[in-house]
């Protein structure tokens, strides 16, 4: 019997150590460039920082592996993940559609949503759209082109907050939740009610889904919820007490990266652990969360309000005049509140041969008051985002045996 045993054992304490994340790499990195990251190497704590970065390597036979390194890295360690938790939506709402097998319901079906609960809004147009209508595929170019608060709402409806967190445990994110709307104050009773929804072709009805209810809360074991010494109320009035962000949505460095993972290379994954998408469904994401914002007709943006890096905190730091690396595509969903700016990103660049994810959060609140709109965005974050990015590029230029 110990004979089985043993070698077993070994096996898996191979497997374990073959798994385990290097710590050393990206802090090596960072070190290299004292003039880009001292600031935040010296207080990485106090700027919260957690970064995951992820080689992507094909064998001969051309099959995919990982390789990650990480720094600071604590998945219980909560800091806000802001519109990060929208790539979530995007996936869930178009699985829904698939799931639901409703004859002539479509991502590009009419949604037609009504209200049925204390503070719910209807939306029965879109302008920005073409034919004038909302629809869950416009909806979500607008959270990838530009991050837009009311189209993830409206799949929030959509997909039902229960159905939501049902599928982040559902694929294994273990340390996250999304609770609520985004931008309107949403929480507590409000955030559990979800609208009446209808879908349309023309003017044929396909799909009414009734209002919803969730009565459950989603706990998790996080620490480091409650920050600062005040914050601004939702009456404007600044409050001496630390801020409490316990109750917040939640969603860890590495959950997000996970699913960025899953949704760029499905065929890394079994095919019962992918998600429910359809080949143009795949394509509908790559395609908005890699194109800029001044590249889309509709929605239309104006470039002095949404310039061409606007999204891509990674790289280019957010920056209006940066030169765009015509060889870089960039896939990904950034979020930026409370003094965090995080970004969840897969870099592609064929003519170098190089691909890999990179995901972090750095923050910055020096007067430790939340909710004033008085953040060091840029000073600190997205220098440091601008520099993280184009550090682990370079460092992926001279990378050897991708293959």
């Known amino acids: 019997m110990n004979r089985i045993i043993l070698p077993l054992l070994l096996l898996i304490s191979f497997h374990t150590m073959a798994q385990k994340t290097d710590t050393l790499l990206i802090e090596k990195l960072m070190r290299q460039n004292p003039e880009r990251f001292s600031g935040v190497l010296n207080h990485p704590q106090k700027n919260q920082v957690q970064v995951l970065y992820t080689q992507v390597n094909h064998n001969a036979a051309n099959k995919i592996s990982f390789k990650s390194f990480s720094y600071n890295l604590n998945d219980h360690r ?55 209508l909302p629809s869950v595929e416009h909806y979500i170019k607008k959270i990838l082109l530009t991050s837009d608060n ?16 049902s599928k982040l445990q559902k694929y294994g994110y273990q340390t996250s939740r999304i609770l609520n709307r985004l931008a309107i104050g949403d929480a507590g009773e409000s955030a559990k009610h979800t609208n009446p929804i209808k879908f349309y072709n023309g003017k044929e009805l396909v799909y009414t889904q009734s209002a919803q209810y969730d009565p459950k809360e989603y706990p998790l074991t996080l620490t480091h919820t409650v920050m600062g010494i005040g914050y601004i109320d939702s009456a404007e009035k600044l409050v001496n007490k630390p801020f409490n962000l316990a109750n917040k ?13 899953k949704l760029i290379h499905p065929e890394a994954f079994p095919a019962s652990k992918r998600f429910n998408l359809r080949p143009a469904d795949y394509q509908l994401i790559y ?54 700016i995080i970004d969840n990103a897969y870099f592609k660049d064929d003519k170098n041969n190089i691909e890999f994810f990179l995901t972090a959060v750095v923050q910055s609140n020096e007067d430790g008051i939340y909710n004033d709109g008085k953040y060091e965005y840029d000073t600190v974050c997205f220098p440091f985002m601008k520099a993280l990015g ?11 045996n991708k293959k």
């Open 150 to 165: 009311d189209a993830f709402n409206r799949l929030f409806e959509f997909i039902g907050r229960a159905e939501i967190n």
């Open 390 to 400: 184009q550090t682990i590029y370079s460092y992926e230029l001279e990378r050897k």
């Open 249 to 261: 949505n939640a969603f860890s460095i590495s959950d997000q990266q996970a699913l960025m993972k």
């Open 287 to 340: 395609t908005y969360m890699s194109k800029l914002p001044t590249e889309s007709d509709y929605p239309a943006y104006d470039p002095t309000e949404f310039w061409p890096t606007y999204a891509k905190m990674l790289y280019y730091g957010r920056e209006k005049n940066a030169v765009i690396n015509p060889d870089l595509k960039i896939f990904n969903k950034y979020g930026d509140s409370y003094g965090f």
């Open 78 to 132: 909560y800091f806000y993940p802001a519109s990060t938790v929208k790539l979530a939506a995007v996936i869930f709402a178009l699985e829904k559609i698939n799931e639901l097998k409703i004859k002539g319901l479509t991502a590009q079906s009419s949604m037609i949503t009504d209200s049925a609960w204390a503070g719910q809004t209807k939306v029965t147009t879109d302008k920005t759209a073409k034919n004038g």
